[in-house]
Nanobody
Framework: QVQLVESGGGLVQPGGSLRLSCIAS???????????MRWYRQAPGKQRELVAG????????NYPDSVKGRFTVSRDNTKNTVYMQMNSLKPEDTAVYYC?????????WGKGTLVTVSS
């Protein structure tokens, strides 16, 4: 069972930056580099949405238009950790951010970290 723990959320003013981290505990027999990683977010009253994805090797990333150019996902496979640098934050970025690991159509979720963008 993959376990994911997010950190780095908090309160930030509009235009500010935050860096989220997600550290993974991987079961024996597998390695972190076996898993594609994604960040999702869910704002109050809204559906969960994908905000960033990164391939198992880190060689490929993808973002929706809503965050492209502002958010950057990266990973360090030696530390079993995926990051998301969020710049130029807007009030509409306020949400709980979740880390997601995927391998062979099996998905695992963290419990989330709250990001609040407000003056």
């Amino acid at each position: 069972q993959v376990q994911l723990v997010e950190s780095g959320g908090g309160l930030v003013q509009p235009g500010g930056s935050l860096r989220l981290s997600c550290i993974a505990s991987i079961p024996s027999g597998f390695t972190f580099s076996n898993y594609g990683m994604r960040w999702y977010r869910q704002a109050p009253g809204k559906q969960r949405e994908l905000v960033a994805g990164i391939s198992s090797t880190g060689g490929s990333t993808n973002y929706p238009d809503s965050v492209k150019g502002r958010f950057t996902v990266s990973r360090d496979n030696t530390k079993n950790t995926v990051y998301m640098q969020m710049n130029s934050l807007k009030p509409e970025d306020t949400a709980v951010y979740y880390c997601n690991a995927i391998r062979n159509f099996l998905q695992y979720w963290g419990k989330g970290t709250l990001v609040t963008v407000s003056s």
